[in-house]
């Protein structure tokens, strides 16, 4: 199966910060990965899909990019309310496998 | 507006078998267009992929997991299933059933989540 591997594992940012996290895949997947955004003790939300393709109503600080084996999100400008953990997953083929996280937290 | 809804016991014992219903309400589980899948999370960890299952009965399930779960809908009562057998304590997670966009993803509605706690 192929692995999927975030980096940072946790990273605090000042408000106005541009934060850029990575998602590396262990083998070619082309653009078939998501981000997602969970807040503390809610349910995970949908931010990006193939790779750079924004879910509707999320804001445009919110990007992503990346093909292949490496993938990021970045946030533009860091808001109070960006406090989550960020997963990547891989959707090419079962299973869709998420990485193990980044959590993001205001300095 | 779709929502999804899981229901089961919130308790159940090592070596039993771990049984989850989804009501899919707002929209049709025979949609064309999407897969019904199970995702868990064990406190204070990470996202797991289970499975998916599109309307027609084909499933998908991670190798992890593949000898214990079986996946299941029913499209006249608009819900899918997910049933783990043999569960151990560290089968204790929230489970979230969701929709899917293909059969492993993305995941654009998911349940409120539902913890199972596997202890005698």
């Known amino acids: 199966d192929i692995q999927m591997t975030q980096s940072p594992s946790s990273l605090s940012a000042s408000v106005g910060d541009r934060v850029t996290i990575t998602c590396r895949a262990s083998q070619g997947i082309s653009n078939y990965l998501a981000w997602y955004q969970q807040k503390p003790g809610k349910v995970p939300k949908l931010l990006i899909y193939a790779a750079s393709t924004l879910q509707s109503g999320v804001p445009s600080r919110f990007s992503g990019s990346g093909s292949g084996t490496d993938f990021t999100l970045t946030i533009s400008s860091l808001q109070p309310e960006d406090v989550a953990t960020y997963y990547c997953?891989?959707?090419?083929?079962?299973?869709?496998?998420f990485g193990p996280g980044t959590k993001v937290d205001i300095k | 507006q779709l929502q999804l809804q899981e229901s089961g016991p919130g308790l159940v014992k090592p070596s039993e078998t771990l049984s989850l219903t989804c009501t899919v309400s707002g929209g049709s589980i025979s949609s064309s267009s999407y897969y019904w899948g199970w995702i868990r999370q064990p406190p204070g960890k990470g996202l797991e992929w289970i499975g998916s299952?599109?309307?027609?009965?084909?499933?998908y399930y991670n190798p992890s997991l593949k000898s214990r779960v079986t996946i299941s809908v029913d499209t006249s009562k608009n819900q899918f299933s997910l049933k783990l057998s043999s569960v151990t304590a560290a089968d204790t997670a929230v489970y979230y059933c969701?929709?899917?966009?293909?059969?492993?993803?993305?995941?654009?509605?998911w349940g409120q989540g539902t913890l199972v706690t596997v202890s005698s």
């Open positions: 299952i599109y309307y027609s009965g084909s499933t």
């Open positions: 969701a929709r899917l966009l293909r059969a492993a993803g993305p995941v654009d509605y």
């Open positions: 997953q891989k959707y090419n083929s079962a299973p869709g496998t």
